[in-house]
C-alpha cells in the first residue's frame, strides 16, 4: 500500500482517535487536533502538480479487497483527480480553522461528532476522486452522503435540520442506487467483451466499443442520476436551500467546494467514456443550463443570506455542468485537434470550477461571519453594516463582484469563457445544434442577468441602506481575527487568480483537460489555455454589458414586484413534490403494515407459506424443474418409522392440549426426535445444536410459563376456512415434488450435486474441514453478516432505550 492509498485513508484513521482526544484535553479546542490532517494532505499534493503542463497519470498497485470480484482498491490520480482533492484538502483546512473559531463554546457543543462527521466526509470525497474501481468509488459515495447528513443534523435538537438532513439523505442516496445499477451494466458490457472489469481506465479503454452495446444508453442514463442528485441540478435541487440548516462551515465545505462538485467529477470523468454521444451532449448540457436559470431565479426571492447563496450554488453547478455537456461534442471527432476547437467550453467548466470555490467558499464564511455577529441572516433586518464591519464588507465585495462576473475578478474571466463557449457551440453541425443551439446563449446571458441581480440584493441589502440594531440579536460588530483569515485567503485567491489567471493555465488547467479530453491530442502537445482579460470589442463583451445593464436596471425595479406571488412564496414549488411523495409513503406503508400486521401468528405463517408456495412453483416452471425416479430408494428401517409416528403423533396432539406445561414438553419431544433423526441420518453437528437448543428451549419456557395462569377454554364455533386448506395442501405438496425431484436429480448422472463442490472446495476455498461452519462464515458469508447486522441494529436499540431511561427520559 503506497502512500496515495493513505490520503483517503488518512482521515478516516484521525476520525478513530478523535473522541478519546476530544475528552482527555476538553481544555483544547478540537479543531486543533484535526487541522493538521487537511494541511499536511494539501501539502504532500500539492507535489503531483506538473510544472511543465503535461498530461499526468499516476496509478498505484492495487490493494485487493474483494479480488474473486474484481474488487480492489487502485488510486488513480490523474489532472482531474489532483484538481479535485487540491480543492477537498485545501479548502478544507481553511474551513477548519474557520470552524474553530466559529464554534468556540467548546463545552456546549458535541465538537467530537462534528469533526469525526467532518474527517469521514473528507476521506470519503478523497476516495471518490482518487478511486479507479468503481464499487470502491460508490463506497465512498455514499459515505459522502451519509457523512453529510450527520453534519447537516448535527443540530439535531431543530426540526429543520433533522428535516434537511433527511431529504438530503433520501435524495443523494436514491441517486447512489441509480449510479451502482449503471455501474453494474458497465460491468456486464465488459463482461460480454471478455474482460469484466470495474476499473474505470479500463472501461475507458473500451469506449469505442461499448458505444454499440444496448445496454449503453440504460448505464448513461444511471449514472447521470447519480451525478445530477449529488450536485443539486434539476429537479433533485432541492435538498441543497434545505441543507443550509447545517453550521456555516459545512456549508461552506460540503456545499460550495466538495460534496456538490461530486456529480461534477463523475460526469467529467465520464466524459471519456460517453462523451461524443447525442443524449449525453443534450441531456448534461440541457439539464445545465435549465438548473442554471431555475437557481439564479429562485435566488433573487430569497430573504435569507444563505438561501441565497443556495440557489447561487445550485445555479453555478447549473453553469459548470451546462459547460461539461457542451464539451464533451469534442469527443465526436476522432481526429486529432479536429475537435479542439470547441474544448474552450471544458477549459471553462474547470477554471470556473476553482473560482466558485474560492470566492463560494469566502462568500459562505462571510454569511456565517454576518450571522454570528449580529444574530441574524435576514436580510429585511441587515444593513448598513459596510462601517461597522470594513473587513467583512471588503471581503464580500470581491466574492460577490467575481460571483456576478465582474472585472477584474476571476469570475468575470470564467464568465466570458463561458459566453464564449455556448457561441461556439451554435457553430457545431452535430447533434442539431445547427437548428437549436441558438437556446445556449439565450440562456445564458438570461441566467447570467439574474445571477447579477442576486449578487446585487446579496450586497447592498447587507452592507448599504440603514442600520437596523433594534432588530438583530446583538450589536454588530467586525468579526475576530481568527474568522476573517480562511475567507480573506480565498479572496485573495480570487484576486491572484483574476490577475495572474494563467499561473492556474499549465499546472491545473491543462492536465485535467488532457484527463477529460483524452486522444484529442498527440503525443507531446498541450491544449491553448491562454486566459486574458481584454478580448477586443466582441459578442462576449457587449454580452457582459447588456447584462449589467438589464441587471441593475431590474433590481432598481424590484421593489415594485415584491408583493408578487412570486416573491412571497420563497419555498422551491418543487418540494410539494417531495412533501407529498414523502408524506404518500408514509401513508402506503402503514396501510400495508396494517394489512400485513394483524397481530396473528397464522396470519405471519400464511403471508410466508403463500410467498414460499409462489416462489419454488414458479422456480419449478421456469427451469422445468420437476423429475421422478424412484429406482434406489432406501428402505426405511422399522425403528425409524417409529420415530416418524411419535413425531407425527406428537404434533397431532398439540392443538389439543390445555396446560402450557404439557404443550411444553410434548413440544420438546418433537424437538429430541429430530435430533434423533439427525443423528440416524449422520448429521451429528447438527443433532447436536438441535439438542442445545432444544434443551434451553425448554427450560426457560418452563421457567417463565410456571408463574402464568392456566390455558382457559373457549367454546368457539370451528369454521371452515377454504384459504387455509388450499395453502396447507399446496405446501405439502411443494415438499413432496421438491423432495422427489431432489432425489431424482441426485439419480441424474449429467446433474452434480452442489453437496460435492462443499466437499471439494471447503479446505481450498474455506480453509476450514467443517463443511456447515465454513458454508455458514463464508460461501453464505453475505447472509451471516446481514444476521449480525440485525442483531447489532436490536442491540444498539436496547443500548439507546436504557440510556433514555437512565437520564430520565420518556417511559420505555
Do not use: C
Request: proline share 4%; glycine share 8%.
Amino acid at each position: 500500500m503506497s502512500m496515495l492509498h493513505f490520503v483517503a485513508l488518512a482521515p478516516f484513521i484521525v476520525a478513530i482517535i478523535i473522541p478519546f482526544l476530544y475528552k482527555k484535553f476538553r481544555h483544547i479546542h478540537t479543531g486543533w487536533f484535526v487541522l493538521p490532517v487537511p494541511l499536511l494532505l494539501f501539502i504532500y499534493l500539492i507535489q503531483y502538480l506538473p510544472l511543465g503542463g503535461e498530461a499526468m497519470e499516476i496509478v498505484e498497485n492495487t490493494v485487493a479487497w474483494v479480488p474473486s470480484l474484481g474488487i480492489n482498491y487502485t488510486v488513480y490520480l490523474d489532472g482531474l483527480s489532483l484538481l479535485f482533492a487540491l480543492l477537498i484538502t485545501g479548502i478544507g483546512a481553511l474551513v477548519v480553522l474557520y470552524s474553530i473559531y466559529y464554534i468556540a463554546n467548546k463545552r456546549d457543543e458535541p465538537l467530537n461528532n462534528f469533526y469525526v462527521f467532518l474527517l469521514m466526509f473528507m476521506g470519503a470525497m478523497l476516495g471518490v476522486v482518487l478511486s479507479d474501481n468503481l464499487i470502491v468509488l460508490y463506497v465512498f459515495w455514499e459515505i459522502t452522503s451519509l457523512s453529510s447528513s450527520l453534519l447537516i443534523a448535527y443540530w439535531y435538537h431543530k426540526e429543520k435540520s433533522r428535516y434537511g438532513a433527511l431529504k438530503s439523505m433520501l435524495i443523494t442516496v436514491a441517486g447512489g442506487f441509480a449510479m451502482l445499477a449503471g455501474f453494474a451494466l458497465l460491468y456486464v458490457m465488459t463482461g460480454a467483451l471478455g474482460s469484466a472489469t470495474f476499473s474505470i481506465r479500463e472501461i475507458i479503454s473500451y469506449a469505442d466499443v461499448l458505444k454499440d452495446s444496448p445496454l449503453f444508453l440504460p448505464a448513461m442514463l444511471l449514472i447521470l442520476l447519480g451525478a445530477f442528485t449529488k450536485s443539486a441540478q434539476f429537479p433533485f435541487h432541492i435538498w441543497l436551500p434545505d441543507a443550509m440548516e447545517a453550521p456555516t462551515p459545512v456549508s461552506a465545505y460540503l456545499h460550495s467546494a466538495t460534496m456538490v462538485k461530486a456529480g461534477i467529477y463523475l460526469v467529467a470523468r465520464f466524459t471519456p467514456l460517453f462523451g461524443g454521444e447525442a443524449e449525453w451532449f443534450w441531456i448534461v448540457t440541457g439539464v445545465g443550463l435549465f438548473t442554471m436559470l431555475w437557481g439564479s431565479v429562485s435566488a433573487i426571492r430569497q430573504k435569507d443570506l444563505k438561501s441565497i447563496l443556495a440557489f447561487s450554488t445550485i445555479s453555478q453547478l447549473g453553469l459548470i455542468m451546462s459547460l461539461l455537456g457542451l464539451g464533451s461534442a469534442t469527443l465526436y471527432f476522432d481526429i486529432p485537434n479536429a475537435g479542439s476547437v470547441y474544448s474552450v467550453a471544458i477549459l471553462a467548466a474547470i477554471f470556473h470550477l476553482v473560482n466558485h470555490a474560492t470566492f463560494k467558499g469566502s462568500l459562505f464564511m462571510v454569511v456565517g461571519i454576518v450571522d454570528h455577529e449580529t444574530g441574524t441572516r435576514d436580510i429585511r433586518k441587515l444593513g448598513g453594516l459596510m462601517a461597522l464591519m470594513p473587513i467583512t464588507f471588503t471581503i464580500s465585495l470581491i466574492g460577490i463582484a467575481s460571483m456576478a462576473g465582474l472585472p477584474p475578478f476571476n469570475g468575470f474571466l470564467s464568465k466570458e469563457m463561458f459566453f464564449t463557449g455556448t457561441l461556439q457551440s451554435m457553430t457545431l453541425d452535430i447533434f442539431n445544434v445547427q437548428t437549436l443551439g441558438f437556446i445556449f446563449p439565450i440562456v445564458a446571458w438570461i441566467a447570467s442577468v439574474f445571477t447579477f441581480i442576486y449578487s446585487m440584493i446579496l450586497f447592498f441589502k447587507t452592507f448599504t441602506g440603514k442600520y437596523q440594531p433594534e432588530k438583530l440579536d446583538k450589536e454588530a460588530h467586525e468579526a475576530p481575527m481568527g474568522l476573517l483569515i480562511p475567507p480573506i485567503i480565498l479572496a485573495s485567491l480570487v484576486v491572484i487568480f483574476g490577475f495572474f489567471p494563467n499561473l492556474l493555465a499549465y499546472t491545473i488547467i491543462d492536465p485535467a483537460m488532457q484527463s477529460i479530453l483524452p486522444g484529442l491530442l498527440t503525443e507531446g502537445e498541450q491544449f491553448d489555455v491562454k486566459i486574458y482579460h481584454w478580448h477586443g470589442l466582441n459578442p462576449e463583451l457587449f454580452m457582459t454589458i447588456a447584462v449589467v445593464a438589464f441587471g441593475t436596471l431590474i433590481y432598481l425595479n424590484l421593489d415594485r414586484w415584491k408583493e408578487a406571488t412570486f416573491f412571497i412564496r420563497e419555498r422551491d414549488p418543487l418540494n410539494a413534490f417531495y412533501d407529498n411523495g414523502l408524506d404518500g409513503l408514509v401513508t402506503g406503508s402503514q396501510k400495508v403494515t396494517k394489512l400485513q400486521m394483524t397481530g396473528l401468528l397464522r396470519d405471519y405463517i400464511l403471508y410466508m407459506l403463500v410467498f414460499i408456495i409462489g416462489m419454488i412453483t414458479w422456480t419449478f416452471i421456469k427451469f422445468n424443474a420437476f423429475q421422478y425416479d424412484f429406482a434406489n430408494l432406501t428402505v426405511v428401517p422399522p425403528y425409524l418409522w417409529i420415530v416418524i409416528l411419535v413425531i407425527i403423533a406428537a404434533s397431532i396432539s398439540l392443538p389439543f392440549i390445555s396446560h402450557r406445561i404439557s404443550s411444553i414438553l410434548v413440544l420438546g419431544v418433537i424437538g429430541f426426535l429430530v435430533a434423533l433423526l439427525f443423528v440416524i441420518f449422520r448429521a451429528p453437528d447438527l443433532a447436536l445444536t438441535q439438542l442445545l437448543i432444544e434443551t434451553v428451549m425448554v427450560v426457560l419456557f418452563l421457567l417463565a410459563y410456571i408463574y402464568l395462569p392456566e390455558l382457559k377454554k373457549i367454546d368457539v364455533k370451528p369454521r371452515f376456512n377454504i384459504l387455509n386448506l388450499v395453502v396447507s395442501i399446496g405446501m405439502g405438496l411443494i415438499v413432496i415434488v421438491t423432495g422427489i425431484s431432489v432425489h431424482a436429480m441426485r439419480n441424474d448422472l449429467d446433474i452434480t450435486s452442489i453437496s460435492e463442490y462443499f466437499i471439494e472446495n471447503s479446505k481450498a476455498l474455506g480453509g476450514g474441514y467443517n463443511m456447515v461452519n465454513v458454508i455458514l462464515v463464508d460461501f453464505r458469508g453475505m447472509d451471516t453478516l446481514l444476521e449480525v447486522l440485525v442483531l447489532s441494529i436490536a442491540a444498539l436499540g436496547v443500548v439507546t432505550m436504557i440510556k433514555l431511561k437512565m437520564k430520565g427520559g420518556e417511559d420505555i
